[in-house]
């Protein structure tokens, strides 16, 4: 069976840090393209990053970028997303997700995917 379970959000203050991951089983996620989402309540899912296939390729949004790295781990068969200089806009619950047709390819990644994982909550009050 083909899952992906995150772990790593928590509460912390504006400046902290947290790493997320995510772990897959039933296949070999450095295959594959995977992609880091969020979903702020109220709000609509966005892409937030991608890692594509074998770590070839990386995409990060806008409101992102300089302060998140997104890295693969093929010997836990993970995917991380260091999440630095933490802002209260970044709160929300973080997912990843991937689709089996996706092997072998590069970000960026689509957001209408097969396999999605229950979600990491972030909380980053003042």
């Known amino acids: 069976q083909v899952r992906l379970v995150e772990s790593g959000g928590g509460r912390v203050q504006p400046g902290e840090s947290l790493r997320l991951s995510c772990v897959g089983s039933?296949?070999?996620?450095?295959?594959?393209?995977i992609g880091w989402f969020r979903q702020a309540p109220g709000k609509e899912r966005e892409g937030v990053a991608c890692i594509g296939s074998s770590g070839e390729s990386t995409y990060y949004a806008d409101s992102v970028k300089g302060r998140f790295t997104i890295s693969g781990d093929r010997a836990r068969n993970g995917v991380y997303l260091q999440m630095d200089n933490l802002k209260p806009e970044d709160t929300a619950v973080y997912y990843c997700?991937?689709?089996?047709?996706?092997?072998?390819?590069?970000?960026?990644?689509?957001?209408?995917?097969?396999?999605w994982g229950r979600g990491t909550p972030v909380t980053v009050y003042s």
């Open positions: 997700a991937t689709d089996l047709e996706l092997q072998l390819q590069q970000c960026p990644i689509r957001d209408n995917l097969e396999v």
């Open positions: 039933g296949f070999i996620m450095d295959y594959y393209v």
